[in-house]
């Protein structure tokens, strides 16, 4: 088959969209909360995750709409951690993506419980699917609890907060970002592979592959801090090293991370390779989240 | 049956905490979220939301564990809620029952995060509870979802939030209360007669009566706030009409007041009986939580 990578995240992005909307169309929020929460929502996110789980459920089933809500619950569970990231208490960020953060939107205690509210609501409607059997309900519901809690995002939170006082060595980067943002990623790998039926072998290979694109993904933010276009990023570059944060140009120097997201590569299509899935966007979206301007 | 509801709170008290202690002895989270997380459920809280979902499947089931794990992760909801709505961009408050609120105890960011966790970790414990079907997880995990979110508990706090500016009429306020607390009771006493495995007629009652339940908690709180002992209270007393805060005293005055929980008890009544659920302690927890005097 001919893939265009670009022309699929163009249609995932949109397939996401739509149903976004639609979800919010009809509900009873109090309005100021709905503001908040779609704003936050609708403020030009790259929905990486969501076509993730589009591009490893395609990979492997006839495209259908069953893995579009999850999708949508775990875009849900993305924007309610940058919500609360940027608040003053945490990052106190007052722009991302070049427009005006939640908080700095609306208010403190607005963004807070926005964030709170899109979290409960990603379960509800997983919980809530038609398309999803009560067993595969149950699965994501549990996969994507643990993945985002207190043993997944949340942790890789706290330790990404505490971690900022201290020197960190390769590995604890790597467990930081394995748990802040490489948890969510496999969920959405393995999730779109369970609902597509592929044996627990196949997923498990799938899980390496996400675990090294999170990093890949990862390091490539970091180099972007170094030497991107801040035009193209829609944010000033440099503050990593500014802030003495722990990153992997600052670690490894800027070469040595050019290096290591090599190696990330090699083991990623390693993983695809015994997972059987080198023929697919998979591929395509590991090359294309590498390669990123922005 | 004798019944001795004094026994029957401490003994389902006992209970929940078991339970939390040994969910939270086996986790790996990292330790000052862990410890921030345990602080708050084990703050000295009331429990009365576990507690009215035991009485409402002891009332119709054998007793057995079945109900447990679903009413610890309804009691880390309450909890979760707590600590946000004591932030500062919130109420901003330094203590709850007479210990210094999480936020003063840790920190603002370690606060906003075991809120979190507490909040995700709850849907976890019912997704991945051994002793509940599938079926029974979806129903939960829906209805809990939906009474704690954007259309729940969340409006509720939103609501409650923009009401401090305005003047309610007693309907706003019921509606408020109905949200803000009343969903989560509503949950409690439905959830838990659904698991005894109740028909949909009789839960429906009942859920007249955790609507009153919850109205009468309400009333009996601002109450308290003008005629409470501070010291059984563990808070000082007279600030809602310092902050000329919409209440039942402030609206009806206090003699008011009790004639409206008087109403919402004998409604409250009426629904327990056409639930058939008159010899139960669901009747003397209506009667303990009317009495409270803290």
Redo the contacts between chains.
């Keep these: 088959m001919t893939r265009n990578i670009n022309a699929y995240i163009s249609l995932g992005k949109d397939r996401l969209d739509k149903q976004l909307k639609a979800i919010f169309s009809k509900?009873?929020?109090?309005s100021?909360?709905?503001a908040s929460?779609t704003y936050s929502l609708f403020a030009g996110g790259k929905r990486l995750r969501p076509i993730l789980m589009f591009a490893s459920y395609d990979t492997f089933a006839k495209q259908s709409n069953k893995v579009l809500k999850a999708a949508v619950a775990l875009e849900m569970i993305h924007t309610?951690s940058l919500i609360?990231d940027d608040?003053p208490?945490?990052d106190n960020d007052d722009y991302r993506r070049g427009v005006l953060t939640n908080h700095r939107k609306f208010?403190?205690?607005?963004a807070?419980?926005a964030?709170?509210?899109l979290?409960?609501?990603s379960?509800?409607i997983i919980?809530?699917d038609d398309l999803l059997s009560?067993?595969e309900?149950?699965f994501l519901?549990?996969a994507l609890?643990?993945a985002?809690?207190?043993?997944g995002m949340?942790?890789g939170?706290?330790?990404d907060?505490?971690g900022e006082q201290q020197e960190l060595t390769l590995a604890d980067l790597e467990k930081i970002h394995e748990l802040k943002t490489g948890e969510l990623i496999s969920f959405a790998i393995t999730a779109g592979a369970y609902l597509a039926n592929i044996d627990e072998e196949r997923i498990q290979y799938l899980n390496q592959y996400a675990y090294y694109l999170g990093l890949i993904f990862q390091v490539q933010d970091d180099i972007l801090d170094v030497i991107g276009d801040p035009e193209k990023l829609g944010k000033p570059v440099g503050s990593d090293l500014e802030n003495d944060k722990s990153t992997y140009p600052n670690l490894l120097g800027l070469e040595g991370a050019k290096e290591q997201k090599q190696k990330y590569e090699q083991l990623a299509i390693r993983a695809l390779e015994k997972a059987d899935a080198m023929d697919s966007y998979l591929l395509d979206l590991l090359h294309y989240f590498s390669q990123r301007d922005h």
Excluded: C, W
């Design positions: 509900r009873d929020i109090p100021n909360l709905h929460m309610y609360h608040l208490a945490m208010d403190e205690a607005t807070i419980l964030g709170d509210a979290l409960t609501y379960f509800e919980a809530g009560t067993d309900k149950v519901l549990h609890t643990k985002s809690g207190a043993e949340v942790a939170q706290i330790l907060t505490e």
